[in-house]
Nanobody
Framework: QVQLVESGGGLAQPGGSLRLSCAASGFTFSNYAMSWARQAPGKGLEWVSGIRVDGSDAYADSVKGRFTISRDNAKNTLYLQMNSLKPEDTGLYYC????????????????WGQGTQVTVSS
């Protein structure tokens, strides 16, 4: 069955960096776009970034220029490099499998990981 397992979250200071990973299994990873989304305390789910099968990427305006998404198809792993972190980046970060090769804020996703907590605080 499809499994997505996130790791790499933790506590970071404002201006610091973290790298999230998502290990995927149970499907042909290279055939699907993938996304990261987050949920801040008391708020709804926010799409953060996505990467298509050709490696092209897309970002929410709130993280553009600070976050970088990447994928390693040989390792079936999705990454999110987060730099210049801000307190408002705090939240539970999820990786998700897209239903197709497309990604974006509104594209349909069918599987989600359990999430990894990111806290940005001094």
């Amino acid at each position: 069955q499809v499994q997505l397992v996130e790791s790499g979250g933790g506590l970071a200071q404002p201006g610091g960096s973290l790298r999230l990973s998502c290990a995927a299994s149970g499907f042909t990873f290279s055939n699907y776009a993938m996304s990261w989304a987050r949920q801040a305390p008391g708020k709804g789910l926010e799409w953060v970034s996505g990467i298509r099968v050709d490696g092209s990427d897309a970002y929410a305006d709130s993280v553009k220029g600070r976050f970088t998404i990447s994928r390693d198809n040989a390792k079936n792993t999705l990454y999110l490099q987060m730099n210049s972190l801000k307190p408002e980046d705090t939240g539970l970060y999820y990786c998700a499998k897209e239903l197709s090769v497309r990604t974006g804020p509104q594209t349909p996703r069918d599987y989600w990981g359990q999430g990894t907590q990111v806290t940005v605080s001094s």
